[in-house]
């Protein structure tokens, strides 16, 4: 086989590779890893474009701000982001205890047709908007019982990450940093403890600024990354959008290539030595 031909084969087998990497979240595949919010866009005209433009195909709706059918008469956002386009992803936000979390995720089962697939997020204060993480045990407990999917917003805590998966949760997401901040990663090492020792998907939730901080949530090994502000509050939302695509789909490609390890004090050169020209 000649050289190129090589190369052809090489790439063709990197195509296929990458397409097998979906991701698998309560028995349904995903090729996106990039979930996002749709929340605090000018309208519902620039909350579709920067949609389109990450290529999510899961869109999280806070159920308390957000019309889906509740108020009949007013603009539904699922005019604009059907649900035979998306999966829609229910949340709590807005809701501090296990009971107005599960009241919420039972009317919107009811507004979607008995849609079972959700997110769980109980805050401690309006403050930080810290996850309360006795309350979300509590709830979870509840509503897998009660036959939800469950996918739920916690602390970056192993030991209470590893208690939602036992409970029955179908995906942890770990705060990077406080909803909203921006400020990324700032624990990666209790990040690597969660990832390593789940099994059930892990994903980013809250935190992330930039590109790069999604792309370093990917590196780290998480199987996702959930978003709203960060695209949103950027100048140009679909711009970020797009650029929030890319980060993810190379953070995960680095992730699966791994990456060569660090070496300090012991410089190899990238060009090979021998036969230099003297």
């Not at 809701?95 to 697939?117: I, K």
């Not at 990666?188 to 935190?207: F, H, S, T, Y």
């Amino acid at each position: 086989m000649s050289k190129s031909s090589s190369l052809w084969a090489a790439a063709e087998n990197y195509g296929k590779h990458m397409n097998k990497d979906a991701l698998l979240i309560a028995g349904k595949t995903y090729h996106s890893r990039l979930l996002v919010g749709t929340g605090k866009y000018k309208d519902f005209a620039e909350t579709r474009a920067a949609i389109e433009a990450s290529g999510a195909e899961i869109i999280t709706v806070a159920i308390r701000r957000t019309n889906i059918g509740q108020n009949p008469g007013e603009p539904s956002l699922l005019e604009v982001l059907p649900p035979s386009q998306y999966t829609i992803l229910p949340n709590t936000a807005g809701c501090y205890t296990a009971d107005d979390a599960v009241r919420t995720l039972r009317l919107a089962r009811e507004l979607l047709d008995g849609h079972d697939l959700v997110k769980l997020e109980v805050l401690g204060d309006a403050k930080t908007l810290f996850p309360h993480m006795p309350e979300t045990l509590k709830a979870a407990e509840i509503l897998v019982r009660d036959g939800f999917k469950v996918m739920v917003y916690c602390a970056d805590d192993p030991i209470q990450a590893k208690q939602l998966e036992e409970i029955g949760c179908v995906a942890v997401m770990p705060l990077a940093s406080l909803i909203g901040s921006g400020m990324g990663i700032l624990n990666p090492w209790n990040l690597r403890l969660i990832i390593d020792n789940a099994k059930v998907p892990v994903l980013v939730d809250a935190g992330v600024g930039t590109a790069s901080d999604a792309a370093i949530a990917m590196e780290l090994g998480c199987d996702g990354v959930l978003m709203n502000t960060a695209i949103a509050g950027a100048q140009n939302p679909v711009v970020m959008a797009g650029a929030m695509k890319k980060a993810v789909e190379a953070g995960r490609e680095a992730f699966l290539a791994g990456r060569m390890p660090k070496k300090l004090y012991s410089a190899t050169p990238s060009s090979p030595t021998a036969g230099l020209i003297s």
